[in-house]
């Protein structure tokens, strides 16, 4: 196959482009800044430069590939409020439509990541891909276009397929900028009393849930993409600190630690989401080979330090 990974310096895209790569398809990398894109050419990836907010920089690469992974989002610096987290969903608006359209028209897949806020609040409960999108904060966006990309494949015949990963762990991403990094300079808390669910996966493993999903998922389907323990935000936290050989930390107040990382994402973060992801596993015969945050945190960790 061929294909266009938006969002290719990204945490998930890059690992998308990676395993890809390693399983001999073609890849066209939209980036950003080309200066900035020697990983991603370094894995033999071809490079186009391009923003999500103007689809004339990327529609006209879509009759050039068989599939299209969707895995850009909008920089968005500082407090992650309302209007910055409007603008981010805006832009994924864009450049999911764009995509969509131009997928439509040449008979393209277009696999879409979503992610575990788009369900909302869960409590206790179990989710799975059957519970309705009630999205906290940052899920708006990706449930509305969870929302029109339903619609576009069941009227127009849209070939589509959702992802939905829980938080992704791994060298890079909100694993390093909100645990990681935190911890290392003392400022990381538990945010609440962290009685709220996580459900996990390894970027690694996402990104084989990738090539599962271009290669053999049914058209229209959406696949939850977890491993097999989720973990209340308490034990997350305890076991990041304990696998960088840290005290464990005390808490923060949501309300507090609001003011510094804005609300919207604050209000995300505190959400309960207990995912169970049977379906791509019976489906498309993919299984994490991470089967337990607790079990991989560590060497996680220490990869990290051995790079930086
Ligand atoms: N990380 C998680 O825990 C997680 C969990 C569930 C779902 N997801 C979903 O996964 C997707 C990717 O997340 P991520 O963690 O990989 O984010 P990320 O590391 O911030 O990557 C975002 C990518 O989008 C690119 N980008 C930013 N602004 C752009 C623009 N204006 N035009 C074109 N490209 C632009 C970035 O390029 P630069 O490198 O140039 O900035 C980067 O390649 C998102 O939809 C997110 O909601 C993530």
């Excluded at 690992?15 to 990983?39: F, K, M, Y």
């Excluded at 409590?123 to 009630?134: F, H, K, M, R, V």
Aim: with cysteine.
């Amino acid at each position: 196959m061929r294909v266009l990974v938006t969002g290719a310096t990204g945490f998930v895209g890059s690992a998308v482009v990676r395993r890809l790569r390693a399983a001999d398809h073609d890849v066209i990398g939209l980036v950003r800044d080309p200066a900035r894109a020697s990983a991603v050419a370094a894995t033999g990836a071809i490079l186009r430069q391009g923003d999500m907010r103007e689809p004339a920089t990327y529609v006209p690469v879509v009759h050039e590939v068989d599939a299209v992974v969707h895995a850009a989002m909008l920089a968005v610096p500082g407090r992650l409020n309302r209007r910055r987290a409007d603008e981010l969903f805006d832009a994924d608006a864009v450049m999911t439509r764009a995509l969509a359209d131009a997928c439509a028209e040449h008979g393209r897949r277009l696999v879409y990541t979503g992610g575990c806020f788009d369900w909302g609040d869960h409590g206790e409960e179990w989710i799975d891909e059957s519970t309705p999108l009630t999205p906290s904060p940052l899920g708006v966006g990706h449930a509305r276009m969870a929302a029109e990309l339903e619609r576009r494949h069941r009227d127009d015949g849209l070939d589509v397929v959702r992802l939905s990963p829980g938080f992704v762990y791994g060298p890079g991403g909100l694993f390093a900028s909100a645990f990681v990094e935190q911890a290392e300079k003392g400022r990381l808390r538990c945010i609440g009393g962290g009685q709220n669910w996580w459900s996990c996966i390894h970027v690694d493993d996402l990104a084989d849930a990738f090539v599962a999903a271009l290669e053999r998922a049914r058209p229209g389907t959406a696949y939850a993409v977890v491993d097999d323990e989720p973990l209340r935000l308490r034990e997350l936290t305890d076991l990041v600190t304990d696998a960088m050989g840290g005290k464990r930390v005390g808490t923060v107040s949501p309300r507090l630690i609001g003011l510094l990382i804005g609300g919207t994402l604050v209000a995300s973060l505190t959400t309960s989401f207990r995912i169970r992801g049977t379906r791509i596993r019976e489906e498309l015969g993919w299984a994490p080979r991470r089967l337990r945050f607790r079990d991989h945190v560590a060497e996680t960790v220490e990869a990290m330090t051995v790079r930086s």
